[in-house]
């Protein structure tokens, strides 16, 4: 009765033409599900590489960093032991190896199937979603990779290679829990552009490349995740400071990998519509249009974030998108 309702509420704010287009869209999951059933996976031209480092090359800035910060050395063993603090939980247990599709509050293992298939709302299959999708964000690596890079200790940049490795292993293309939703896939690709230009302050400018178990599949991954957001970004009624995010994650990886000449096109297709959103969805006087204190400060710091990335690789926005920001 629960999913019957909130089908019937979301009906309800649906215009034709996106009735129309998300059973197009159910249609083609349709297929797609058959399609990586008997094996389908979207593969680059070429092999991924390394295209930036946000932090450049120098390692200066972290003698910079030390004068201003310390690390929380106890917080960072706990993370490498499999036990990270979650909205206020403290210290929850995640495996380690660390179980991607286990809640670590219910302890409630979501199945590994076709992602788009999964009901994510269903908390007696899923447990906590919450949960699980942050622990798949991977932002608890970020962390790690700071501490390698400003102390130079391998235990930490090996922490943060055994979980990129084994969320691979764990997570094929469009399968599982880590598959369903395009915005958790961008936040996930965030995390590894951040990771990666840590790790290049120590280890060079192949940073992240230099250390996983295989470059290519690496690679791979980062191209399948940036081409499954380009093609299930949220349209309609769904296309709030998700499809911000979504876009976020797309421009972020386009910029920091090389991902081809669909790369290429992916990165101006996401820079074209950020700039579109950053029109529609916030009012004139700098107010998020949906006027809930969390999603502002949420698409802000998108804004932000997309606008210095924009600046590090030379491919600045537009002064209205600025002057949106600053707002």
């Known amino acids: ?21 998300r059973l197009q869209r159910t249609f083609l999951q349709t297929i797609e599900r058959y399609r990586v059933a008997a094996g389908y996976q979207p593969l680059p031209a070429e092999d991924v590489r390394p295209r930036l480092a946000l932090f450049g090359t ?13 690390l929380d050395t106890d917080r960072l063993q706990d993370t490498m032991a499999g036990r990270i603090n979650f909205f206020g939980y403290a210290a929850l247990d ?21 992602g788009k298939s999964i009901n994510y709302r269903d908390d007696r299959l899923v447990g906590n979603i919450k949960f699980t999708w942050e622990l798949g964000r991977h932002q608890h690596l970020v962390p790690l990779a700071v501490a390698y890079a400003v102390s130079g200790d391998t235990a930490y940049r090996d922490a943060v290679i055994d979980q990129v490795d084994g969320w691979i292993d764990d997570n094929p293309y469009a399968i599982g829990i880590h598959w369903c ?7 996930r690709l965030v995390s590894w552009a951040l990771i990666h230009s840590l790790l290049v302050l120590r280890d060079g400018e192949q940073g992240l490349f230099a250390s996983v178990r295989d470059p290519q599949r690496l690679g ?16 309609y009624s769904s296309a709030n400071n998700h499809l911000i995010g979504e876009l976020c994650g797309l421009w972020v990886a ?3 990998f090389d991902l081809g000449r669909q790369g290429h096109e992916w990165g101006l297709f996401a820079r074209e519509e950020l700039e579109h959103e950053a029109r ?8 998020d249009r949906e006027q809930a204190a969390y999603y502002h400060l949420w698409v802000l710091e998108y804004f932000l974030y997309c606008w210095l990335v924009g600046i590090r690789s030379g491919e600045a926005f537009s002064a209205e998108f600025t002057d949106t920001i600053l707002a």
């Not at 629960?2 to 215009?15: D, G, H, P």
């Not at 939703?181 to 936040?187: P, T």
Request: net charge positive; aromatic share 10%.
């Open 1 to 21: 009765m629960k999913r019957l309702a909130w089908l019937v509420n979301r009906l309800r704010v649906m215009s034709v033409r996106e009735v129309l287009f």
């Open 58 to 70: 120098d390692p200066g800035i972290t003698r910079d960093w030390q004068q201003s910060f310390q």
């Open 94 to 114: 995640v495996g380690m190896p660390v179980a991607w599709h286990r809640d670590p509050v219910t302890r409630t293992e979501a199945p590994c199937e076709f």
């Open 181 to 187: 939703s395009a915005l958790e896939v961008s936040l």
């Open 220 to 235: 791979t991954s980062i191209y399948q995740q940036s081409c499954f957001v380009r093609h299930f970004l949220s349209r």
């Open 254 to 256: 386009c910029r920091i």
């Open 280 to 287: 529609k969805q916030v009012h004139a006087d700098g107010v």
